[in-house]
């Protein structure tokens, strides 16, 4: 099976490179940058990738790789820092950035290139870089410029070393998925052969590589990714596989029902937990704190499970890539912690286990579909571990709790009707803390407003809000209103991520 290997020098989206490898239905793992040549060499790579990066190449703990990796006839592609960093150690000349290039830039070809074919001469790229290529190694040849990036492509077609400074993994470089194509297939000579469907047998090994002859425990949490990480783990463990469904009374309207039905044949345990979450929360209004209890609370409820079920040292979770990146688990500044990474106390003692680590929420869907999950999970749409706590805008109440689910259901009941549950990422309610006027009947009211949030994503961490027809919000503001005690007026989030993030807190 045709294999690539990504080097990672810290680019907070090189992981989009592995993806696009795989859109390309070529294997491919990610590694740190550092990794000594012998041990990729062990692993008999087809083809290598350095990523982008953060460093500049001067700096003095700048990431660097085993420079014998670039002499072995193995084709490399270097992006942006991955093409500062092979000038550098095969020779070329650097300079150090005076300002920085961010942004879509033009770029024209100089060269007739393989790695080119069926790019325009002159075409769209995403340029972010400081440091820049002044003269390229001995051997190499300019393949490509910008107005402001005299080498923005170069290569040694006898040593196999190619090298772009713009990123084609970002959709801001519409050729950029020809691009590696094009490296791939034709320069690195690889066969499409990898299926996604292969991915529930490396799931299967690699949980039962951390779990070995142990127990584990999965989180179910009643959204798409922990279903998936479930199911995977359930796969892989059999019998050895206990999943929890913490009660934390933050779920959706019927969401604990729809969970049992959905795994019959899993061992799975409900912990009721309800006023333990709220008391908790008591009082607290701060996002973050918010977050970050309900991880601390997770954990101790899992805790108690764990009592009554045995000997369990893995926890299964089904943390997803864009989560680790919001998290700051790159080297990107901390968005928000998501209970499932930054939220985890430092006193939990469980192992935690992470398959879908590395995938997008498209990924994950495609790898529920493969394990024979309904359509009824796989296409549920995505909910925050911390629940309808991040959807109460204030201090978490039984009250607000009980409105913003009720809100929440007539939302998605209105947009299934309206047939539109596949195209929408997200549809959801939002109550927030404060009051206006209203008059009702023959009478005034002061009441809270809920706020109807749609957005439009491929994976969470774009979104694009949702023209909603006029009609449907109708419809679902006078049910609210009609319907949720408490509520006198709603109103439409029209904000895109960014600069919004969909859930409000
Ligand atoms: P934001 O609000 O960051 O959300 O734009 C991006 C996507 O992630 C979901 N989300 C979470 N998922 N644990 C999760 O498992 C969390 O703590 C969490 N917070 C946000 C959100 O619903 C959206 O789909």
């Known amino acids: 099976m045709s294999y690539v290997i ?40 087809d083809a290598l990738i350095l990523s982008g990066g953060p460093s500049s190449v001067f700096a003095a703990d700048a990431p660097s790789m085993d420079a014998a990796l670039l002499t072995q006839g193995i084709p490399v592609l270097g992006i942006c820092y991955g093409m500062q960093l092979m000038t550098r150690l095969l020779g070329g000349h650097v300079e150090p950035a005076t300002k920085r290039e961010y942004g879509r830039t033009l770029m024209q070809r100089t060269e007739e290139s393989p790695l080119f074919h069926g790019i325009p ?30 080498i923005a492509a170069m290569a040694n077609p006898q040593r196999n070393l190619w090298a772009v ?50 127990r584990a425990l999965v989180a179910l949490s009643g959204g798409v990714d922990s279903a998936v990480a479930a199911a995977l783990a359930h796969r892989a463990l059999g019998d050895r596989l206990t999943a929890v469904l913490i009660d934390h009374g933050l779920m959706r309207e019927g969401e604990i029902e729809e969970v049992l039905a959905a795994f019959p044949d899993l061992d799975l345990r409900v912990e009721y937990a309800e006023q333990q979450f709220l008391d908790a929360l008591h009082g607290i209004r701060d996002p973050e704190a918010k977050r970050k209890i309900i991880g601390r609370e997770f954990i101790r409820a899992f805790e108690r499970a764990r009592e009554s079920i045995g000997s369990v040292a893995h926890l299964i979770q089904g943390t997803v890539y864009p989560d680790v990146i919001e998290s700051g688990g790159g080297k990107g500044s901390t968005i928000k912690s998501h209970h499932n990474v930054g939220g985890m106390p430092d006193d939990a003692d469980f192992s935690i286990v992470e398959p879908l680590r590395w995938f997008f929420k498209d990924e994950v869907r495609e790898l529920g579909t493969a ?56 549809a959801f309610a939002v109550l927030l803390d404060i009051r206006s006027v209203g008059v009702m009947g023959d009478g005034r009211t002061y009441g809270q407003p809920i706020v109807i949030r749609a957005v439009e994503s491929q994976d969470g961490m774009t979104a694009d809000w949702v023209r909603l027809s006029p009609d449907l919000l109708e419809r679902m503001a006078a049910r609210v209103i009609g319907e949720v005690p408490g509520v006198n007026r709603v109103v439409y989030d029209i904000t895109s991520k960014p600069p919004g993030t969909i859930e409000w807190e």
């Open 6 to 45: 990504v080097l990672d020098f810290g680019a907070q989206y090189n992981h989009l490179i592995a993806r696009r490898v795989r859109e390309a239905r070529i294997f491919c793992e990610v590694l740190p940058g550092d990794t000594p040549a012998a041990e990729i060499l062990a692993k008999k790579p």
């Open 121 to 150: 001469q002159s075409s769209t790229v995403w340029m972010s870089h400081g440091d820049v290529v002044l003269a390229v190694p001995k051997g190499f040849q300019v393949m490509a410029t910008t107005a402001t990036t005299p």
């Open 165 to 214: 400074q713009y990123h084609p993994e970002v959709h801001h470089t519409p050729e950029g998925q020809v691009m590696l194509r094009n490296f791939l297939y034709d320069i690195a000579h690889l066969t499409p052969d990898w299926d996604p469907k292969d991915r529930v047998q490396e799931g299967v090994r690699q949980i039962q590589a951390e779990v070995g002859t142990g």
């Open 371 to 426: 394990l024979g999950l309904p359509d009824s999970i796989v296409w549920r749409q995505p909910f925050p571990g911390p629940g309808l706590a991040v959807r109460i805008v204030g201090e978490v109440t039984q009250e607000g709790l009980a409105m913003v689910r009720a809100a929440d259901a007539i939302i998605r009941e209105e947009v299934r009707r309206a047939g539109l549950e596949k195209e929408i990422w997200q």
